[in-house]
């Protein structure tokens, strides 16, 4: 089992509809949790970070984690073709060391 | 306040020569993680280091080093190099240990033929 999974994708949604990320973790110990973006041929780029249980909302964009069920997800409302990237989902399982899942490229379509 | 820079952006070197990949941080961030992504493998740790001592290393073999000097900028070095080395790789930087909310830089695109 990998440390760190994300739902398969690709993922299409239609524009101004919610897209929704899903994560999974091993490790009940993870303290921190993290949302990359990565655009083709660019570096990933944070967008959000959450570290208790709950719902935490920037913008356009919801993180919501559940430590029981090892659970991160990410949600965003009114999907733009500018949000058409992979989404990599980051457990901090270790002091010093981030485990990225292997990522969900979404696709947003006009 | 200027992002993570790495240098240089592309290479191509040969099975058998080294490489030496270099990252600044972001002004004020102390960690720098190394990441290497390939399409197979995706994001996988490196090392990071802190206060220029690796705190952490990845699954990784012995041909792959690294070092972080006063100044928090970062080397890694690829001794021996083989086809399969070939990926982008990442530096990240954070402020702190404990704060993980690591920035990128641009990456370094390394071919091996």
């Known amino acids: 089992q990998k440390e760190v999974e994300q739902n398969s994708g690709p993922l299409s949604v239609p524009e101004g509809a919610i897209a929704s990320l899903n994560c999974t973790y091993s490790d009940r110990v993870s303290q921190s949790f993290f949302w990359y973006r990565q655009y083709s041929g660019k570096s990933p780029e944070l967008i959000m970070s959450?570290?208790?249980?709950g719902d935490k909302e920037d913008g356009r964009f919801t993180a919501q984690l559940n430590k029981a069920s090892q659970y991160v997800s990410l949600l965003i409302r009114d999907s733009q073709p500018s949000d058409s990237a992979t989404y990599l989902c980051?457990?901090?399982?270790?002091?010093?060391?981030?485990?990225f899942g292997d990522g969900t490229t979404l696709t947003v379509k006009p | 306040k200027a992002g993570v820079t790495q240098t240089p952006r592309y290479l191509i070197k040969t099975r058998g020569q080294q490489v030496t990949l270099s990252c600044s941080p972001i002004s004020g961030h102390r960690s720098v993680s190394w990441y290497q992504q390939t399409p197979g493998q995706g994001l996988q740790f490196l090392f990071e280091?802190?206060?220029?001592?690796?705190?952490n290393k990845g699954n990784f073999p012995g041909r792959f080093s690294g070092r972080q000097f006063s100044n928090s900028r970062s080397e890694m070095n690829v001794s021996t190099l083989e086809l399969g080395d070939s990926a982008l790789y990442l530096c990240?930087?954070?402020?702190?240990?404990?704060?993980?909310?690591?920035?990128f830089g641009p990456g370094t695109r390394l071919t091996v033929t």
């Open positions: 959450i570290y208790s249980n």
């Open positions: 990240a930087s954070s402020l702190d240990r404990g704060t993980y909310e690591q920035y």
């Open positions: 980051a457990v901090d399982t270790n002091a010093g060391k981030s485990t």
């Open positions: 280091y802190f206060s220029e001592t690796q705190r």
